[in-house]
């Protein structure tokens, strides 16, 4: 979140957190809504999408997250 917020910005990168940066998780994590729908029709390719419209900042990390401000 730090580096999104960073390059979002304008702001340089804090190195305060580089040992993280290295770290991924080991399957992709997609936003419930996501999941779901893919779930109830399985001809919708939303993950695709999805992937297509990922910020790299949390895609790096195996997080598939295309929108943070609208969260209700």
């Known amino acids: ?3 999104y917020l960073s390059r979002e910005n304008g702001l340089p990168l804090c ?3 580089e040992d993280i940066r290295s770290c991924t998780l080991s399957e992709p994590l997609y936003p419930k ?3 779901l729908a893919a779930k109830l029709d399985e001809s919708l390719d939303r993950k695709e ?3 297509k419209e990922a910020i790299p900042e949390f895609l790096r990390f ?3 997250e295309s929108e943070i401000r609208n969260v209700c």
């Open 1 to 3: 979140m730090v580096d």
């Open 62 to 64: 195996n997080i598939i």
């Open 33 to 35: 809504d996501i999941i």
């Open 15 to 17: 190195n305060d957190y």
């Open 49 to 51: 999408q999805c992937l």
